[in-house]
């Protein structure tokens, strides 16, 4: 079975500066995806930036970018420019073959001003 | 484009009593997954359909959990009697079907669920 761990449960930011959410799974599948996921204190779950576990190039959305390393398992999410409204819980998730989405169990990020 | 829409937003019911949670998945969406997300931990997935079929449900709790999709579009999951650890927030979500955009899912806000 799939699993994902974050294992930093908090982290806090200064905005403006640029923080990395650190994500490391377990598969035996050569063929899946990869999520960050950001939940707002209102709950709606937003989909951040996806990965493409057969492209070697990492994927970015404006401020967000992903370092993917396939044979390490990791795929972090770096923030860059923090700002007040990226304050949310992020979640990393995997979807393989049986298209069941796998979430880790989250961080806390917090962007002070 | 409208989004996922979810009813209640929350709800405070007792132990041993019933609840239902409904949910309207964007539209064109075939796949609608129920998930449930206890405090400080990620969301769990509990069921998905495909139309009103069940593509997985190995997750749900079947002596009270029950849910259901009829046409293939709305859906009710209902929790029949309640325990304290039902205590929750139940987020459904939708998705495409076939192709990269099946990979996406769309959440609604999600519904509180305490039991006392």
């Known amino acids: 079975a799939q699993t994902v761990t974050q294992s930093q449960p908090e982290m806090s930011v200064q905005e403006a500066e640029t923080v990395t959410l650190s994500c490391t799974y377990d598969t035996s599948e050569s063929n899946y995806y990869l999520f960050w996921y950001k939940q707002p204190p209102s709950r709606q779950m937003i989909l951040v930036i996806r990965q493409e576990a057969y492209k070697q190039q990492n994927a970015t959305e404006n401020r967000f970018s992903v370092n993917f390393q396939k044979a390490a398992k990791s795929f972090s999410l770096k923030i860059s420019d923090s700002q007040l409204g990226d304050t949310a819980m992020y979640f990393c998730?995997?979807?393989?073959?049986?298209?069941?989405?796998?979430f880790g169990k989250g961080m806390k990020l917090t962007v002070n001003p | 484009e409208a989004g996922v829409a979810q009813s209640p937003r929350y709800k405070i019911i007792e132990k041993r009593q019933s609840v239902a949670f409904w949910c309207n998945p964007i539209?064109?969406?075939?796949?609608l997954y129920w998930y449930q997300q206890i405090l400080g931990q990620g969301p769990k997935l509990l069921i998905q359909?495909?139309?009103?079929?069940?593509?997985?449900d190995s997750q749900l709790p079947k002596d009270r959990f029950s849910a259901e999709r009829l046409k293939g579009v709305d859906s009710t999951l209902k929790i029949q009697p309640a325990k304290l650890e039902d205590s929750a927030v139940y987020l459904c979500a939708s998705s495409l079907v076939g192709g990269p955009s099946s990979y996406e899912q769309y959440f609604g806000p999600g519904t509180r669920l305490t039991v006392t």
């Open positions: 359909f495909q139309n009103n079929g069940v593509v997985d």
């Open positions: 998730a995997f979807k393989g073959g049986s298209e069941k989405l796998v």
């Open positions: 539209s064109g969406h075939a796949t």
